[in-house]
C-alpha cells in the first residue's frame, strides 16, 4: 500500500464548475501538507501550503486537511481553462530523529472543458 | 532571476551510456535535489544536497551519482544507463534544507529516453 493515494484521473468539468481534487495517507506522522500544480512538459510549482487540520483559503483556491480521516483536499471555485493541469499532493513527515521525509502522490490530471 | 534551469531537454540513450543531466540554479539556494518522476510512481528523491560538497542519497540512489562543487550547479551522473532509467528528471532547490519553512522550486525537467 503506498503511502499516499490519489486518483489519477482524468477529470474533466466544464468551465465555471467548482473542481474537488483528492489524497489520502496512511501515516498519521504526516503534519505539513502540499498542493503542487504541474502544467504540462513543466516542473511542478508550489499552490497552496497547510499545517493544521480546517481549510486554507487562497483566492479561487480552497485547501482542506482532515487529520482525522487522513484526507486532504483541494477545491478550486470558478474553474479556468487555465487551471487544466496535473495536480499532485505533497506531505512531510517529521521523524522521532528531526528528519524530514517528503512523500508526493501521483498526481490528478485536470482539464477545464470551455 | 532564470531560477532552475535544467539542460537538455530531451535527451535518448542507448543501454550501457553514461551521460550528465544538468542543473542550475541562479537563487542562491544552499538546497538542491533531483527527482524523478514515472507514471503511477509520483516524484522520487534520488539524491540531494545542502550545500556546496555535501551530497547525500534519497529514495532511488541505484545508478546515479552526484557532486556538488559550486552552489549553483548540481549535475547528475548516469554512469551505465539502463531502460529502467527512462523517465523524466526534475531538479528541485529551496533556501535551505528544512522543507516545511522553504518552499522548493523546480525546474522544467529533462525527457530521457534508454532504448
Known amino acids: 500500500q503506498k503511502e499516499v493515494e490519489q486518483d489519477p484521473g482524468p477529470l474533466s468539468v466544464p468551465e465555471g464548475a467548482i473542481v474537488s481534487l483528492n489524497c489520502t495517507y496512511s501515516?498519521?506522522?504526516?503534519?505539513?501538507f502540499m498542493w503542487y500544480r504541474q502544467y504540462s512538459r513543466k516542473g511542478p510549482e508550489l499552490l497552496m501550503y497547510?499545517?493544521?487540520?480546517g481549510n486554507k483559503e487562497d483566492g479561487r483556491f480552497t485547501a482542506q486537511v482532515d487529520k482525522s480521516s487522513k484526507y486532504i483536499s483541494l477545491f478550486i471555485r470558478d474553474s479556468q481553462p487555465s487551471d487544466s493541469a496535473t495536480y499532485l499532493c505533497?506531505?512531510?513527515?517529521?521523524?522521532?530523529?528531526?528528519?524530514?521525509?517528503?512523500?508526493f502522490g501521483t498526481g490528478t490530471r485536470l482539464t477545464i472543458i470551455p | 532571476n532564470a531560477g532552475v534551469t535544467q539542460t537538455p531537454k530531451f535527451q535518448v540513450l542507448k543501454t550501457g551510456q553514461s551521460m550528465t543531466l544538468q542543473c542550475a540554479q541562479d537563487?542562491?539556494?544552499?538546497?538542491m535535489s533531483w527527482y524523478r518522476q514515472d507514471p503511477g510512481m509520483g516524484l522520487r528523491l534520488i539524491h540531494y544536497?545542502?550545500?556546496?560538497?555535501?551530497?547525500d542519497q534519497g529514495e532511488v540512489p541505484n545508478g546515479y551519482n552526484v557532486s556538488r562543487s559550486t552552489t549553483e550547479d548540481f549535475p547528475l551522473r548516469l554512469l551505465s544507463a539502463a531502460p529502467s532509467q527512462t523517465s523524466v528528471y526534475f531538479c528541485?532547490?529551496?533556501?535551505?534544507?528544512?522543507?516545511?519553512?522553504?518552499?522548493?522550486?523546480f525546474g522544467p525537467g529533462t525527457r530521457l529516453t534508454v532504448l
Open positions: 528541485a532547490s529551496s533556501y535551505s534544507g528544512t522543507l516545511i519553512y522553504n518552499e522548493q522550486f
Open positions: 501515516n498519521s506522522a504526516f503534519q505539513y
Open positions: 497547510t499545517y493544521s487540520s
Open positions: 505533497a506531505m512531510i513527515l517529521i521523524s522521532n530523529f528531526g528528519n524530514e521525509k517528503l512523500t
Open positions: 537563487m542562491n539556494h544552499e538546497y
Open positions: 544536497s545542502v550545500g556546496a560538497g555535501i551530497t
